[in-house]
């Protein structure tokens, strides 16, 4: 039926124009933003599930860092017990020929100078083996913590180990001199336990160090991954979204 008010045919061509716009729109802004969940109203669940994912990616980037800091403070202590490992060797050399009684008190006195400066470079080493305000050789704390999950409810603990000559590890002390052929004796076995016991500490070090790198690098996996999955909820297929754009504007 004809109607003067009413024209149906072109209520119906609106619509079909109103709809073509706006899917034109929605395809633009895919086309635009590479996502085709770029806001809430586009899909609620979905882009709750990416939000909550998101938030995972930052905290992985915080755990890295953490990880990091902490990995880079353990090397600087490693690094320091090798040094006063390599002391301990040059300065059980020294003990060993100060014990030889053949030896006149002046040779002795040589050998005990240059002893006494190996042992206080010693002490020198444990107070400059820090890494952003953190030593993990001198006591000064009972060890650091660094994140290992993105919600901080778990951590890698890496352990003090006291490497000060007043400390448990190190059998020899500030005042140890090898002046004497029975001080030099005895300071050569005190010097070898001092060895043994800094081979373990190093050990623990070492143990520690490896175990922050490898779970770094599982963050940094775990990263990626989640990155990906992100994508896979989010992300618009551009050559579809595009040819789509085409056929809407024909």
Known sequence: MASVNT??????????LNSTNSQLEMTQSRINTGLKV???????????????MRSDVAGFGVVSESLDRASSTTDVAIAAGEAISDLLIDMKEKALGAADASLTSSQRSAFNEDFTALRDQI?????????????????STAGIDALANADGTSTLTVADEDLRL??????ITAGTTINTVTTASATVAAIETSL?????????LGTASKALTIHSDFVTKLSDVTEKGIGNLVDADLAKESAKLQALQT
Do not use: C, P
């Open 7 to 16: 024209n149906y045919g072109a209520m119906v061509a609106l619509q079909q």
């Open 38 to 52: 770029s806001s809430a109203k586009d899909n609620g669940a979905i882009y709750a599930i990416a939000q909550g």
């Open 123 to 139: 002490a020198t080493i444990v107070s400059n083996a820090e890494f952003n305000g953190v030593n993990l050789i001198n006591n």
């Open 166 to 171: 007043t400390g448990s590890i190190l059998t």
């Open 196 to 204: 043994n016991n800094l081979n373990q500490s190093l050990a623990r």
